[in-house]
């Protein structure tokens, strides 16, 4: 049985740091990139950052320079590092395991809530 439980998230003031943990179980997790996405009531979701297998990083364009992807394999663990916290970063962060081979193999955590607020 696949899980990605995420935990880390809460309330935080702008300016702010975060940090978001993912812990995977049922997969093997190094072959797979990870991936933190959010959303927000009535958008659709989206990426925020991802960290390739190989260990190669991406990040949507609001999160360059303020958040960091890592990965742990020996603890099956990937971390979103969030930094200079925004209002508008207000969001359910949701860690993803994409198996590129078949992109059919695709697993979600739950979703943790973030709120930036004063």
């Known amino acids: 049985q696949v899980q990605l439980v995420e935990s880390g998230g809460g309330l935080v003031q702008p300016g702010g740091s975060l940090r978001l943990s993912c812990a995977a179980s049922?997969?093997?997790?190094?072959?797979?990139?990870m991936g933190w996405y959010r959303q927000t009531p009535g958008k659709q979701r989206e990426l925020v950052a991802v960290?390739?297998?190989?260990?190669?990083?991406n990040y949507t364009d609001s999160a360059k320079g303020r958040f960091t992807i890592s990965r742990d394999n020996a603890k099956n663990t990937v971390d979103l590092q969030m930094n200079s916290l925004k209002p508008e970063d207000t969001a359910v962060y949701y860690c993803?395991?994409?198996?590129?081979?078949?992109?059919?193999?695709?697993?979600w955590g739950q979703g943790t809530q973030v709120t930036v607020s004063s």
């Open positions: 960290i390739t297998k190989g260990g190669n990083t």
């Open positions: 049922g997969i093997t997790f190094s072959i797979y990139d």
């Open positions: 993803n395991a994409q198996y590129i081979p078949l992109l059919h193999i695709n697993y």
